[in-house]
T-cell receptor, first 110, second 113 residues
């Protein structure tokens, strides 16, 4: 079954330290993966997608098919990065249904 | 352009009642999806509508239903409310049926007492 796993519910990182939010997936085929972010009292929004290979707000994510992972990384954490992060997969076999991980709350310590 | 609008923002209902939530997608978007967000389960997909037809459905009981109107506005209905239905319900709209970028509303916070 298609699945997205975010093993950490909460991740606390000091400001200026590197950040890595883990995401593993289970999918038969070529996955299309995304990271969504929800800042406090704001709506959920797309952060980045693997097909565009872009860096948004200093975050990058590389698809590793061998490890079936799509970890989100940032070399130097900033306080404004504190938010809820969701990894998501598009199930192309089921009309683009989006499957989300349970999310990781990132807390940046001053 | 205006984003996805969900109404109401907050709702308190008692067990056994029914509730209807509304979602107005971004103008021109034809696909509307609904999600339930709870602390324990995270984000879970409810269903997706495209051009007034339900295209996809998640693993929720039949008490959860929805529909989409010709102007792409969508409603979600939950009947015979249970305490466990308390959650943030999010709506997302996409331009076309296979477009992969979904824009989310701010959600409706439903509390069942």
């Amino acid at each position: 079954a298609q699945r997205v796993t975010q093993p950490e519910k909460l991740l606390s990182v000091f400001k200026g330290a590197p950040v890595e939010l883990k995401c593993n997936y289970s999918y038969s085929g070529s996955p299309e993966l995304f990271w969504y972010v929800q800042y406090s009292r704001q709506r959920l929004q797309l952060l980045l997608r693997h097909i565009s290979r872009e860096s948004i707000k200093g975050f990058t994510a590389d698809l590793n098919k061998g490890e079936t992972s799509f970890h989100l990384k940032k070399p130097f954490a900033q306080e404004e990065d504190s938010a809820m992060y969701y990894c998501a997969l598009i199930d192309k076999n089921r009309d683009d249904k989006i499957i989300f991980g349970k999310g990781t709350r990132l807390h940046i310590l001053p | 352009k205006a984003g996805v609008t969900q109404t109401p923002r907050y709702l308190i209902k008692t067990r056994g009642q029914q509730v209807t939530l509304s979602c107005s997608p971004i103008s021109g978007h034809r696909s509307v999806s609904w999600y339930q967000q709870t602390p324990g389960q995270g984000l879970q997909f409810l269903f997706e509508y495209f051009s007034e037809t339900q295209r996809n459905k998640g693993n929720f009981p039949g008490r959860f239903s929805g529909r989409q109107f010709s102007n792409s506005r969508s409603e979600m209905n939950v009947s015979t409310l249970e305490l466990g239905d308390s959650a943030l319900y999010l709506c997302a709209s996409s331009l076309f049926d296979r477009d992969t970028e979904a824009f989310f509303g701010q959600g409706t916070r439903l509390t069942v007492v």
